[in-house]
C-alpha cells in the first residue's frame, strides 16, 4: 500500500495489520467477500516483507514515524490467522523477536522510563511535526500477536533463521526485487544485514509535510547495520548526494524517478529541486560485501557535489581511520570497533574526506563519515562517478582483491552505456536509457 506519495512501514503497521484483524473478528462472518480480498491482498506479505529484517530480525530506519520501532514486525504474528502450513512460522516468530528485543535490549530506548522519540535514544531528525510523547506507543501494535491463539503454529513452532539458513546460505548477496512498489530488497549474508532501495519524489518547497522529502526517505539505501545519519550544514552527508546550490545552502537529492532493475542493477534518475540543470542518471549495482555505484552526472551547471558513504557512530572509543594506496588507487577505511567501512573513489572524483561530526547519528552524538568531492563543471560528455562502498566486521582483515574487485571500467558515452569487468571475470554493463 503506498503511504501518498511514498513507500514506508505504513504499509504493514497499518494497512495490512489492518485488514487482518477486521477480517478475523468482523469480516469473515459479517463481509467474507471483503475479508477475503483484504486476506489474498495479505498473502504476498510472507515473500517479500521477512527479508527486509537481518538476520537477528532487527528492522531498517527508514520512513516516517520511526519512533514505533517495533510495530514494523507487528503484521508477521497475523499470519498465524492465515493458517497456511507453507509459512515459516519459526522465521516469522523469530523476526518478531529479535524486532522486539533490538529495542527494549538498547540501553538509550527508555528515559525516565518512557520510551524516546528517536530510533534507539531521542533523535530530533527523525521526529515528525504531528509526534508527540504518546506517539512510541504505536509500537504497542506488535503485542496483537497476543491475540493469535497459543497453540496457533506461530507459537509453537521453532524459531529459526528461515532463508537466512535457507535459500541465501550459500550466496554473498541477495536481491528481491518488488514489481509494483519498484522497491529493491538486499540481504548481505556477510554481515547479516538487509538493506532497501525506495524512491521518493516530493518537494519540500512550499510543502506542509517536509519530513516526505527528508532523510526518512531521500536516501540512496537504507541498510540495517547502519542508520541514516542526518545532512550537516557543511555538506557533511551519508548515503546521499548533495549540492551547493543558488543560496549557498548544501542540496540533497530528493527528487527520484525509478527506471528498472535489471541484471541486478537499481536504476534511478534524479534532479536537484532547486535547479533543473543539476542532474544524475543513478545505478545501483549490490556487491558481495558492499555496492558499486555507477553514477552519470548529465548536468548542464557548475556545482560543487558531494557523495557519501553510510555513517559510522561512536561506540566504545573514537572511530579509526586509515589510509591504503592500491595500485596508486586511495582507500579509505573507518572502523568504529563493530564495523568497517571502505570508500573507495575510481572515476570522476577530485578527492575524499574523512568527516568528524556531532548531534547528526540516531546512535551517538559524535560520528564520522567518508565523503568524495567533485567541483563539477560541464564538458561534451557528463561526468562519469563510479565509487566503490564497501564494508566488513570490525577486526576482519581486507585483502587487496576484495578492496579492489573492479579491473576496468569501460565508458561507451555515444551507448549510455559502461561496461564494469570485474577481477573474477565477470562483466556487468550498465545502460543509462
Excluded at 485488514?19 to 463481509?31: A, M, Q, R
Excluded at 524517478?257 to 536504476?267: A, E, L, P, Q, S
Amino acid at each position: 500500500y503506498n503511504d501518498n506519495p511514498a513507500f514506508d512501514y505504513y504499509s504493514m503497521w497499518a494497512f495490512q495489520l489492518y485488514g487482518v484483524l477486521w477480517s478475523e473478528y468482523f469480516g469473515n462472518k459479517y463481509y467474507p467477500d471483503y475479508a477475503s480480498q483484504f486476506m489474498a491482498n495479505f498473502k504476498p506479505v510472507k515473500e517479500n516483507y521477512p527479508y527486509l529484517f537481518d538476520r537477528n530480525g532487527r528492522m531498517i530506519m527508514w520512513g516516517r514515524s520511526i519512533s514505533y520501532r517495533y510495530a514494523a514486525a507487528s503484521p508477521l504474528p497475523m499470519m498465524g490467522f492465515e493458517h497456511d502450513p507453507a509459512t515459516n512460522y519459526g522465521w516469522m516468530r523469530r523476526i518478531t523477536s529479535g524486532t522486539l528485543l533490538q529495542f527494549i535490549q538498547h540501553p538509550d530506548f527508555l528515559k525516565d522510563s518512557v520510551p524516546t522519540l528517536g530510533f534507539y535514544g531521542a533523535f530530533e531528525p527523525a521526529v515528525q511535526s504531528y509526534s508527540c510523547r504518546g506517539s512510541v506507543y504505536w509500537g504497542g501494535k506488535i503485542f496483537f500477536a497476543l491475540l493469535v491463539p497459543k497453540d496457533n503454529p506461530f507459537w509453537t513452532a521453532t524459531e529459526n533463521e528461515g532463508a537466512w539458513a535457507g535459500e541465501m546460505a550459500n550466496r554473498k548477496v541477495h536481491n528481491l526485487f518488488q514489481k509494483g512498489s519498484d522497491i529493491l530488497i538486499t540481504d548481505y549474508p556477510s554481515i547479516g544485514a538487509s538493506e532497501i532501495r525506495a524512491w521518493c519524489h516530493v518537494p519540500i518547497l512550499n510543502a506542509w509535510e517536509k519530513f516526505r522529502g527528508s532523510e526518512n526517505y531521500n536516501r540512496l539505501s537504507y541498510n540495517s547495520a547502519f542508520p541514516w545519519q542526518a545532512d550537516g550544514e557543511n555538506g557533511e552527508v551519508a548515503m546521499n548526494y548533495v549540492f551547493k546550490n543558488a543560496e549557498n545552502q548544501w542540496e540533497p537529492l530528493r527528487l527520484y524517478t525509478f527506471k528498472k532493475y535489471n541484471d541486478g542493477i537499481y536504476y534511478r534518475d534524479a534532479v536537484l529541486e532547486t535547479n533543473d540543470k543539476i542532474k544524475l542518471k543513478l545505478a545501483d549495482l549490490p556487491l558481495d560485501h558492499g555496492i558499486l555505484r555507477v553514477d552519470m552526472n548529465v548536468s548542464t551547471d557548475t556545482a560543487t557535489v558531494r557523495l557519501g558513504h553510510y555513517a559510522l557512530p561512536q561506540l566504545s572509543g573514537p572511530v579509526t581511520e586509515t589510509t591504503r594506496i592500491i595500485k596508486k588507487q586511495e582507500v579509505r577505511i573507518i572502523s568504529n570497533g563493530q564495523y568497517q567501512l571502505a570508500m573507495i573513489p575510481l572515476e570522476g572524483w577530485d578527492y575524499m574526506e574523512t568527516i568528524k561530526t556531532k548531534g547528526l547519528h540516531p546512535q551517538s552524538e559524535n560520528s564520522t563519515v567518508i565523503n568524495a568531492v567533485d567541483a563539477f563543471t560541464p564538458g561534451e560528455q557528463p561526468t562519469l562517478y563510479v565509487t566503490l562502498m564497501l564494508w566488513k566486521k570490525a577486526g576482519e582483515v581486507w585483502k587487496d582483491s576484495e578492496l579492489m574487485p573492479v579491473k576496468k571500467i569501460i565508458y561507451m558515452p555515444d551507448k549510455q552505456s559502461v561496461l564494469i569487468r570485474m577481477k573474477d571475470g565477470k562483466e556487468k554493463i550498465i545502460w543509462f536509457d
